[in-house]
Structures are given as C-alpha cells and as structure tokens.
C-alpha cells in the first residue's frame, strides 16, 4: 500500500441566501401596511356611506358637512 494518498476535504456549511431575512421581513412589513391601508380605505368609505345614508342625500351631506366645518 505505498501508493495510496490521504485526501482531507473540509466541508463549509452555511446560509445560501445572504439577507434573506431582511428581504422577508421587508416583505411583511410592506404586507401589512397595505392591508392596513385597505382596512382604513374601506372603514373611510363606510362612513361616508353612512353620512349620505343620514343626512338623506348627497347635497345635504355637503350642507351639513359645511355647516359641521364653519360652525354655521
């Protein structure tokens, strides 16, 4: 067995992806400010839904709105 020859292989383990967690959290952040975003959209439409439905129309809307705003 003379000619055999020692082979030293050293294995480096470590994360494939650099910043991937960085980038998924970015992702969710943005996620939810979105689906926050559409909850207040969606809340601000129902109340001025809302206001048309009990002031009796849009033109009354607006006069209550001014008169609310001015003081009137």
Do not use: H, R, Y
């Amino acid at each position: 067995m003379k000619n055999t020859i020692q082979v030293d292989q050293q294995v480096k383990t470590g994360v494939g992806a650099t910043g991937s967690v960085g980038t998924e959290v970015s992702k969710v952040s943005i996620s939810v400010v979105a689906i926050f975003g559409v909850i207040v959209g969606l809340w601000s439409l129902a109340c001025l839904v809302g206001g048309l439905v009990s002031s009796g129309g849009p033109l009354s809307f607006a006069g209550n709105w001014f008169k609310a705003v001015f003081g009137l």
